[in-house]
C-alpha cells in the first residue's frame, strides 16, 4: 500500500493511513495547548508576588514539559505507530507530522534517540522548572539554562542530521514550511531567549555574592 511521504520509495510494511484529517488532528493539538497556557497563567496569578515574565515562563515550561512526555512520548515507546489497525490520536498526529519529516515514520535512529533523550529527561525537568519558579526555589536559573541547553542541543542534532541525510523528507514545501521549520521554531527562539535570561541572573547572583564577601 502507497503512503503520503517523502521520499517515494521510503519502505514501510505494514503502514496503515491516517483515518483522520489534517484539520481535527490540528484543532486538537492546537485547543490542548491553549487549554493548557491559560490553566498555567490562571494558577500563576495566584502563587503571589511572580512578575508576568516568570507566570509565561511557567505556561511555557509547562507546554513544552507536557509535549515532551505525552506527545513525544508516546512515539518514542510506540515503534509500530504507523502500523495499527486501531490507532490513537497520537499515532495519527505522528503520521500526519511526518509529512514534514518521515524520519519519524521511518523510525531513524538518531531521531528516536533525540526524542528518547527529551521525553525522559527533559520532559520531567521542565515540569520541575514549573515548580521551582513557583517556588522560587534557588536552583531554578541553573535548571532553565540547563533544558535550554538540551533543547537548544537537541534542535541542532535534528536539523544537521536532516541536512547529512539528504534534506528530503517533507512531502511538499508547505509540509517542510508548516512541520518541519515552523513547528520546531519554538524550541530554537525561546530556549535561547530563556537560556540568555537565566545565564545574566546566575552571572548576577554570583557577582553579589563575591560583594558580599569583600
Known amino acids: 500500500m502507497g503512503h503520503p511521504y517523502a521520499p517515494a520509495d521510503l519502505e514501510l510494511p505494514g503502514f496503515v493511513p491516517l483515518q483522520l484529517s489534517q484539520g481535527p488532528i490540528l484543532v486538537t493539538y492546537i ?4 487549554f493548557v497556557l491559560l490553566a498555567i497563567w490562571l494558577i ?3 502563587c503571589g508576588g511572580l512578575s508576568k515574565t516568570d507566570r509565561l515562563l511557567m505556561c511555557w515550561w509547562a507546554f513544552t514539559g507536557l509535549t515532551h512526555i505525552l506527545i513525544e512520548g508516546p512515539f518514542v515507546f510506540t515503534p509500530n505507530f504507523f502500523k495499527k489497525e486501531n490507532p490513537n490520536f497520537f499515532d495519527e498526529l505522528w503520521k500526519e507530522y511526518s509529512k ?5 515514520v521511518a523510525r531513524d535512529t538518531a531521531t528516536v534517540t533525540v526524542e528518547g533523550i527529551t521525553a525522559v529527561l527533559e520532559g520531567p525537568a521542565s515540569l520541575l522548572a514549573v ?10 536559573h541553573i535548571l532553565q539554562f540547563t533544558v535550554c541547553l538540551g533543547q537548544l542541543y537537541g534542535c541542532l542534532v ?3 542530521t536532516a541536512s547529512l541525510d539528504g534534506f528530503n523528507f517533507w512531502a511538499s514545501p508547505f509540509y517542510f514550511w508548516a512541520y518541519f521549520i515552523g513547528a520546531n521554531s519554538s524550541w ?7 537560556a540568555m ?3 545574566k541572573k546566575i552571572c548576577g547572583a554570583f ?8
Open 31 to 34: 485547543g490542548a495547548s491553549l
Open 44 to 46: 500563576s496569578g495566584r
Open 100 to 104: 514534514g519529516d518521515s524520519r519519524y
Open 131 to 140: 515548580y521551582a519558579i513557583a517556588s522560587r526555589k534557588s536552583y531554578s
Open 158 to 160: 535534528y536539523f544537521i
Open 188 to 194: 530554537v527562539v525561546i530556549p535561547t531567549l530563556i
Open 197 to 199: 535570561r537565566s545565564w
Open 207 to 214: 557577582q553579589a555574592e563575591k560583594v558580599k564577601t569583600k
